[in-house]
């Protein structure tokens, strides 16, 4: 049997990452993944694949409605090869995993192939190609996340299917009707109505993205109310039937109405929930919680003091960086380090276009803590960089603390919002105030302006080109 300081159950961004500080810091490390690629759900069926059909699709609807305002004419009719998209998205998969192969040997991880099963509190037993046993001083649980669904639907996988099966599609929908308005619903039905097919979103709430600031919703909404999607809010979904290939979903309005949708494809897009299956955690003494996450303390230990557990299974957003971040703690935590994480820190980004960021204090949370605050909100459309990108939805928004000045919450949507986010996280990790901000210098012309700019209307109402 095979002994080691460390092993890691799941090679998601927080297994991996974990076991590549783990190696770095000296430990003797091994990592079991149960499927025959690395990366877990993140590099193989969500982040990766996701953000390669949503840039696929972004230049198709660039060449079709835009290219021509720009001067540039293409003869004959531009088509969709969704089978050669499909296979561009799995050969940028392919290359993320091989990368993390690569990453596995260079920092001499041992990798087993196989599902990882508690014993006890140090021994595993890894069932599948690699089968074995063995024994580990420390674990890191990293087991991740699966799709949710509603308990009267039954997924199939053709008609009725999760976000798994929408990455992978023989054809374009005619009809795609998306139950759930949350960040994989949106960046999917994006991809495909992008691509054709008329999208209803039928969402349980009165707004999409219901967790993000009001203000990020209601604008993200209206992008896709003027790409002629259904945004049906404020709906329950009671039932989901399958006929043939016709998918009716019926549901009650908030008049207490029964409408019905009906759609060739039906994505399931209700969430995640935290995935232990076959872990048989009681055998080492870890608790999971009644929400199927693994319990831990602040140092993400669990019940079992030698045990520990990061990312889509404990508690907490769902976020890759997150899984990341508690997988480089746990492991700087075994080394006896001190490391830190401020979890009102770990931004949240939606990758529709115009794009969506958040990190920090919403103003419906600094309402409800009676925080007394300020606002500075820019347009993308009043920036030059913007306009002569054609890319002018959306704004930045940022909360500041009334007497101190101290930056509590930035919101953004708009073109590269994804990228221009990680200036409010540093700025915020080192408690700038909106006028710290509004002082450094932004090149122009740049996207990056709009956080300036927004930094200065909150600073005594001071933008400049607005």
Not at 91 to 101: E, F, H, K, R, Y
């Amino acid at each position: 049997m095979k002994s080691y300081d460390v092993a890691i159950i799941g090679s998601g961004p927080g297994g991996y990452v974990a076991a590549i500080r783990c190696a770095q810091l000296g430990m003797k490390t091994a990592l079991i993944e149960k499927y025959s690629t690395l990366g877990g759900t993140c590099l193989n069926v969500g982040c990766i694949p996701s953000k390669a059909l949503l840039s696929s699709s972004h230049h198709y609807e660039e060449a079709t409605k835009h290219f021509e305002e720009h001067g540039i004419e293409i003869p004959g009719e531009i088509k969709v090869n969704l089978e050669k998209m499909i296979a561009r998205k799995q050969a940028v998969v392919d290359q993320t995993t091989a990368g993390i192969d690569f990453l596995m040997k260079k920092n001499k991880i041992d990798v087993y192939e196989g599902l990882g099963s508690f014993i006890d509190a140090t021994h595993i037993k890894i069932d599948g190609k690699d089968a074995s046993e063995i024994e580990a001083k420390k674990i890191i649980i990293a087991t991740g996340s699966k799709p949710s669904n509603l308990p009267f639907i039954t997924i199939d996988k053709e008609r009725i299917i999760t976000s798994t099966e929408a990455l992978k599609l023989k054809e374009v929908p005619k009809h795609l009707i998306i139950i759930g308005g949350g960040v994989i619903g949106l960046e999917l039905g994006q991809v495909y109505y992008r691509l054709g097919a008329e999208v209803t979103v039928v969402e349980y709430m009165d707004r999409i993205l219901p967790t993000m600031d009001a203000g990020l919703s209601k604008e993200l909404n209206k992008v896709f109310k003027k790409a002629k999607c259904n945004m049906m809010m404020s709906h329950k979904v009671k039932s989901v039937q399958r006929k043939g290939e016709e998918v009716i979903i019926t549901a009650e309005n908030k008049k207490g109405e029964t409408v019905k949708f009906k759609g060739d494809y039906c994505l399931v897009s209700v969430g995640r929930r935290p995935y232990t299956d076959g872990l048989n955690a009681e055998a080492a003494g870890v608790k999971i919680n009644d929400r199927g996450q693994v319990e831990v303390n602040e140092h993400l230990q669990t019940s079992a003091p030698n045990i520990y557990a990061i990312g889509d299974v404990v508690r907490g957003a769902m976020l890759a960086h997150k899984a990341e971040e508690e997988g480089v703690f746990v492991a700087e935590t075994l080394a006896g380090q001190k490391p830190h994480i401020d979890y009102n820190l770990i931004p949240g980004v939606v990758y529709t276009w115009p794009e969506v960021a958040a990190v920090g204090k919403t103003e419906e949370e600094l309402k409800a803590d009676n925080v007394e605050y300020k606002v500075g909100q820019f347009p993308f459309r009043a920036l030059g960089r913007a306009r002569a990108s054609g890319d002018i939805d959306g704004f930045v928004k940022i909360l500041a603390d009334k007497i101190t000045d101290e930056v509590l919450g930035v919101h953004m949507i708009g073109a590269r919002c994804a990228d221009l986010i990680a200036e409010a996280v540093t700025a915020m990790e080192f408690r700038a105030s909106a006028e710290d901000i509004s002082r450094y210098s932004h090149a122009h012309p740049t996207f990056a302006e709009a956080v300036k700019e927004a930094a200065l209307a909150a600073t005594e109402d001071r933008a400049l080109h607005v």
